[in-house]
């Protein structure tokens, strides 16, 4: 269990520390040049990783509620709330950036071509609309979450050493969960739905290709290599989420959540976090440069 535990301590540094180095690209792509509307969307959803990893490890808020001698009872409020908004914002934003990436490679001729320029005006109004929309929706955390007492006599359900599922009504614990899996089926959905048209768009166009050039002379393009990056990051999201759903509704059914599937839980929810970065910068040849750049100036300021 302890060697399980320090796997999941590394797997925590690694995924703020790749996901660290992304958002500042992006920040820096962002104010210096002129950035791709996917940077924005990629630039909000490494910060929303960097807070999931933090804020899911106790890592963030424990030293700062230490400090300031705040009580469990808040900290857990704040902690499991904080974290479903992050854990919201990030299924949301991957589908936004699955829907735009679909739209981007679409054909002048497709449907979707009209779209191009409307997605580009809104995506403001996009981000406030899924900001405000996470913040709401898991403010139910404030009132069915607090510091661990002693379940024999309150029949609370021990999610962490501290902290702990408050009971509740029946009725409402199935509407939030209707509505939850409800908007967590829609968007994955929609994940699964953008990514098959993009796999059959490439499809389709490596084929045209193959017809005009030969093999060995095709070039990949930075679009098709996103699009290839993009399926198989929201491959890899939806295998993880529906995991971690079993795993969630199981516990919530029997009522009692397993501290060695809690942490094995921990694990999934913590690897796309991770891999994403590491994937986005291995994909990306604009960050490679850089990156590349930054070795050489460091390497000849100390020859």
């Known amino acids: 269990m302890s060697s399980f535990k320090n796997v999941l301590y590394f797997q925590t540094g690694l995924g703020v520390l790749a996901n660290t180095v992304l958002l500042f690209f992006y920040v820096f792509i962002i104010l210096g040049h002129r950035p791709k ?36 009872d808040f900290k857990c409020k704040t902690t499991f709330y904080l974290f479903r908004v992050m854990r919201g914002l990030s299924i949301c934003i991957t589908c936004l950036l699955s829907v735009f990436q679909a739209v981007t490679i679409s054909p002048n001729t497709s449907l979707l071509a009209k779209f191009k320029q409307k997605v ?20 139910n955390q ?44 829609f968007l994955v959905g929609v994940m699964l739905t953008t990514s098959v048209y993009m796999v059959i768009f490439l499809f389709r166009h490596q084929r045209q290709c193959k017809h005009l050039h030969s093999f060995s002379h095709l070039r990949e393009s930075p679009e098709k290599r996103a699009t290839q990056t993009l399926v198989l990051l929201v491959s890899f999201f939806v295998v993880l989420y529906w995991m971690d759903f079993i795993i969630s509704f199981t516990s919530d059914m029997i009522w009692m959540y397993d501290p060695v599937i809690l942490t094995l839980q921990k694990f999934m929810m913590y690897a796309y976090p991770t891999v994403t970065p590491l994937v986005q910068i291995s994909s990306d040849n604009r960050i490679i440069i850089m990156l590349k750049n930054i070795q050489s100036k460091h390497h000849l300021s100390f020859s």
Not at 46 to 68: Q, T, Y
Not at 128 to 134: A, G, M, P, Q, T
């Open 37 to 72: 509307p996917t940077d924005l969307i990629s630039c909000q959803l490494s910060f929303v990783h960097i807070m999931v990893v933090l804020i899911g490890g106790d890592i963030l808020l424990a030293d700062i509620f230490e400090s300031l001698n705040i009580g469990n």
């Open 120 to 139: 580009k005006k809104y995506m403001t109004h996009v981000f406030l609309c899924i900001w405000f929309f996470n913040l709401s929706f898991s403010s």
């Open 142 to 185: 404030i009132f069915y979450v607090g510091g661990f007492t002693n379940v024999s006599e309150t029949n609370q359900m021990q999610v962490t050493k501290s902290c702990s599922l408050l009971p509740m009504n029946h009725i409402i614990r199935g509407l939030i969960f209707t509505i939850s899996i409800s908007r967590d089926v």
